[in-house]
């Protein structure tokens, strides 16, 4: 639903706050760079399909992706899918798959192991020990 929709927006802005380093791109360039990462990770998008979107090619988009976050577009995509599911875990009471779904990942068994190997415990034990106050390893 659109409330959804807007929680998940405003997570992934925050989380592009975090890795923002500027640059040197003109403020057109850098705010239509973060609307395609915003719609990368709420619709599943490919690198291609950003690069489309801030209307360079893949390699051009690819440096001004570094350059203004100092990590690659898709390392920084998988983190922030991460941190959004982290987030949803927490906050909603929606199934693991379904948030899994929701933040792009459409392997529920690759979610969990990537959660893990990121995290060192497994989303539902993170959702577990967050609601009721044990702190979790990461």
């Known amino acids: 639903d659109s409330t959804q929709q807007t929680q998940m927006e405003q997570i992934i802005r925050r989380i592009l706050s975090e890795y923002s380093?500027?640059?040197?791109?003109?403020e057109i360039d850098a705010e239509r760079l973060e609307r395609a990462v915003i719609d990368?990770?709420?619709?599943?998008l490919s690198i291609e399909e950003l690069s489309d979107r801030c209307c360079c090619s893949l390699s051009t988009f690819k440096r001004r992706f570094h350059k203004h976050f100092n990590i690659s577009p898709h390392r920084w995509i998988l983190l922030c899918r991460l941190k959004l599911t982290k987030e949803l875990l927490t906050s909603t009471d929606g199934s693991i798959a379904d948030i899994a779904m929701q933040c792009g990942f459409v392997n529920n068994s690759h979610f969990i192991a990537t959660f893990r190997r990121y995290y060192n415990i497994t989303?539902?034990?993170?959702?577990r020990s967050?609601?009721?106050?044990?702190?979790?390893?990461k």
């Open 21 to 26: 380093i500027g640059s040197e791109l003109d």
């Open 40 to 44: 990368g990770v709420m619709y599943n």
């Open 123 to 127: 989303p539902l034990k993170y959702r």
């Open 130 to 137: 967050v609601t009721t106050n044990i702190e979790p390893n």
